[in-house]
């Protein structure tokens, strides 16, 4: 198989139930990040069934498009059989957020610990994580909150001529509930659609295997207007990626 990179991929292997290397709870219950946030216990992602996806091939990459730390144990999960978690998380943190961001980043803390005890290839089949929350508020976007509403273009991910001439010729989109692809990853999925790579999808509120899917041509679909129109809707951080204040109206005097 082709890969990301020109290198001999590493067997795959099961995820185990071994202690997370140089981490105990105590030590991140105390650490910056964990203050102010409800600790996770540290085998979530173990618990996850992922037998769906240890016989789908070599040419397999992935989308997880979960809710909030969701996305983050599936794809510790899947490392744990070989595959690379690439989070893709476009959204600020701040006071008053609307869209919670404290659990991912506990949940990539804590899967910085766990993956750097695994020999990933280097040419390890990507895993993209995003948040399928990033477009439902938690809270009114009323003035004061901290609007980090976020959404994902193409340009955030690989192109599919890079995937295919990598060997990657399916894409499995991890969903629950039957929610389908969002609005904004249609516009990736047509993309890859039309160079050849099939799109299918994992619904992980039932147990049945990947399926493919129709990715129809989705509104304004390769026009400048429709990435204009997603920075019109949301507030742009000036740092890279969304969010900031909402501003008190302004007031007129007179």
Not at 14 to 23: H, V
Not at 135 to 154: C, E
Not at 194 to 203: H, L, N, R, T
Request: glycine share 8%.
């Amino acid at each position: 198989m082709k890969g990301i990179a020109d290198a001999s991929p590493a067997p795959r292997r099961r995820l185990a139930g071994e202690s997370l290397p140089g981490n105990d709870d105590e030590a991140l219950q105390h650490s910056f990040i964990a203050e102010d946030m409800p600790f996770p216990r540290r085998d979530d992602w173990r618990q996850l069934d992922i037998s769906w996806a240890q016989s789908l091939g070599e040419d397999v990459f992935f989308v997880i498009d979960l809710p909030g730390r969701e996305s983050v144990w599936m794809g510790l999960a899947l490392a744990g059989s070989g595959f690379r978690p690439v989070p893709l998380y476009n959204a600020c943190c701040g006071p008053n957020e609307v869209i919670d961001q404290g659990p991912i980043m506990q949940a990539l803390l804590r899967g910085t610990a766990y993956l750097s005890d695994l020999a990933l290839a280097n040419d390890a089949p990507p895993v993209f994580l995003l948040d399928a929350n990033r477009m439902r508020p938690n809270r009114a976007l009323t003035p004061g909150a901290f609007d980090n509403r976020w959404q994902i273009f193409p340009q955030d991910f690989p192109s599919a001529g890079f995937l295919t001439g990598n060997g990657f010729t399916r894409v499995v989109l991890v969903v629950r509930d039957d929610s389908g692809a969002a609005p904004d990853l249609t516009h990736v999925l047509r993309r890859w659609k039309e160079a050849g790579i099939a799109i299918e999808m994992k619904d992980m509120a039932n147990s049945l295997l990947p399926e493919p899917i129709r990715v129809t041509k989705p509104p304004w679909y390769r026009s400048v207007w429709q990435r204009l129109q997603v920075l019109v809707g949301l507030r742009p951080a000036w740092q890279g990626g969304f969010g900031s204040v909402i501003p008190e109206p302004s007031k007129s005097h007179g």
